[in-house]
Antibody, heavy 125, light 107 residues
Framework: QVQLVQSGAEVKKPGASVKVSCKASGYTFFTYAVHWVRQAPGQSLEWLGWINAGNGNTKYSQIFQGRMTITRDTAASTVYMELSSLRSEDTAVYYC??????????????????WGQGTLVTVSS | DVQLTQSPSSLSASVGDSVTLTCRASQNINIDLNWYQQKSGKAPELLIFGASSLLSGVPSRFSGSGSGTDFTLTISSLQPEDFATYYCQQSYSTVFTFGPGTKVDLK
């Protein structure tokens, strides 16, 4: 079965960087893209970016362009999300999620069916 | 980027009620619209993809409809486990976006 297991909670000071990992199992790693989504306390879901696990191509929300880097280690079946210049507003639960693509007679669909358990990142002085 | 709005932001209902949640996109996104359910402290769970396709294993009381810019999620006969927050998400663009969510709570 598909599983995404994320690294543990982090506490960081403003201005620091954090790197969250997402280890995939139960499927062929390089066949699927992995997305990152975060949720600040009491807030809604915010999409961050994604990586093509096969070729390493990435796409980021404009809000995080230049401050976020998503990478992958195919040998370890692991995706990483690094966020730099942290500020208190970055305090959130960060999720990784695997993209599924499905095709039928009506068209092609993409959706986030499998999610990691979430990683709480706290930014505090 | 495609912006999504959801209404209402919250609603109160009773077990057995039928409720309809709305999601509106800032531009035509065909049927590239997915719905997720999220319970407190848990990761979101996919319910519906492609605007109206029910994910295998999701109860048939959930249904989705719409295309273009206007979409709905209907829950017929609310069950106790359905009280949660529901998010729409578009996959039309390679830059995904989520709506702000609709919280469904017990009246």
């Amino acid at each position: 079965q598909v599983q995404l297991v994320q690294s543990g909670a982090e506490v960081k000071k403003p201005g620091a960087s954090v790197k969250v990992s997402c280890k995939a199992s139960g499927y062929t790693f390089f066949t699927y893209a992995v997305h990152w989504v975060r949720q600040a306390p009491g807030q809604s879901l915010e999409w961050l970016g994604w990586i093509n696990a096969g070729n390493g191509n990435t796409k980021y929300s404009q809000i995080f362009q230049g401050r976020m880097t998503i990478t992958r280690d195919t040998a370890a079946s692991t995706v990483y999300m690094e966020l730099s210049s942290l500020r208190s507003e970055d305090t959130a639960v960060y999720y990784c999620a695997r993209l599924t693509g499905y095709s039928d007679s009506s068209g092609y669909y993409e959706y986030l069916q499998h999610w990691g358990q979430g990683t709480l990142v706290t930014v505090s002085s | 980027d495609v912006q999504l709005t959801q209404s209402p932001s919250s609603l109160s209902a009773s077990v057995g009620d039928s409720v309809t949640l709305t999601c509106r996109a800032s531009q035509n996104i065909n049927i590239d619209l997915n719905w997720y359910q999220q319970k407190s402290g848990k990761a979101p769970e996919l319910l519906i993809f492609g605007a109206s396709s029910l994910l295998s294993g999701v109860p048939s009381r959930f249904s989705g409809s719409g295309s273009g810019t206007d979409f709905t999620l209907t829950i017929s006969s609310l069950q106790p486990e359905d009280f949660a927050t529901y998010y729409c998400q578009q996959s039309y663009s390679t830059v995904f976006t989520f709506g702000p969510g609709t919280k469904v709570d017990l009246k």
